[in-house]
């Protein structure tokens, strides 16, 4: 069985530039999440989805980041223009169900804004 | 609303040494408790869970005991290879988090021969 593949693996654009990441979950999961890791802080939750509906985005930073899962199944994240700060490492995982524990991990976009 | 707090890194060990990773954390109700590891180079990974007090969770070594008297889930291990060296986060969902994950800010460890 395929794991969380996201893609890029790492992406550098410029300040004002616009970028799409892209998160392919494991085929069955409804439950698709993301998360950003920033300078070595913390792993932060930005967004879950549950099939095709946002069940919750309340982590999302601001309005230049867009999410969406047409169809439920694949996710992209756009950033759109990006600022400096939204370096980091984004990470995708999936699960089955949001009551199950385990959520399984991508290995992640590295962005660099410049 | 919930968090996580891990010791500061980075912690750097000779191999056979003993590990231990402090973690407390803040929550509501009762959440699910988690380590995860990112090895160089890859993603996430679950190492070990618990998911009510006094369970003790524990995979290739490692272990970790829910203890909610004092919010804690202490990672330890009683003698770390080479091949330990990573990134380790704990982690707590439900609470007032449920579905998501509510990360700590991660410890970095390296395992000298």
């Known amino acids: 069985e395929a794991g969380v593949t996201q893609f890029p693996s790492h992406s550098v654009i410029e300040k004002g530039q616009t970028v799409t990441l892209r998160c392919d979950p494991i085929?069955?999961?409804?439950?698709l999440y993301w998360y950003r890791r920033v300078m070595g802080k913390e792993i932060k939750f930005l967004l879950h989805?549950?099939?095709?509906?946002?069940?919750?985005e309340s982590g999302m930073p601001n309005n230049r980041f867009l999410a969406e899962r047409t169809g439920g199944t694949y996710s992209t994240l756009k950033v759109q223009p990006a600022e400096l700060e939204d370096s980091g490492v984004y990470f995708c995982?999936?699960?089955?169900?949001?009551?199950?524990?385990?959520?399984?991990f991508g290995p992640g976009t590295r962005l660099t804004v410049t | 609303g919930d968090s996580v707090t891990q010791m500061e890194g980075p912690v750097t060990l000779s191999e056979e040494a003993c590990l231990t990773i402090?973690?407390?954390?803040?929550?509501?109700?009762?959440?699910?408790l988690f380590w995860y590891v990112q090895y160089p180079g890859e993603g996430l990974q679950l190492l070990l869970k618990?998911?009510?007090?006094?369970d003790k969770g524990s995979n290739k070594g490692f272990e970790a005991t829910y203890r909610k008297e004092t919010t804690s889930f202490h990672l330890e291990k009683g003698s770390v290879q080479v091949s330990d060296s990573a990134v380790y986060f704990c982690?707590?969902?439900?609470?007032?988090?449920?579905?998501?994950?509510?990360f700590g800010q991660g410890t970095i460890l390296t395992v000298h021969p």
């Open positions: 995982a999936s699960s089955p169900s949001y009551r199950s524990s385990e959520q399984y």
């Open positions: 085929s069955g999961h409804d439950n």
């Open positions: 989805f549950v099939k095709e509906s946002k069940q919750d």
């Open positions: 402090n973690c407390t954390y803040t929550a509501t109700g009762y959440p699910s």
């Open positions: 618990a998911t009510k007090a006094d």
């Open positions: 982690a707590l969902s439900g609470g007032t988090s449920y579905g998501k994950l509510t």
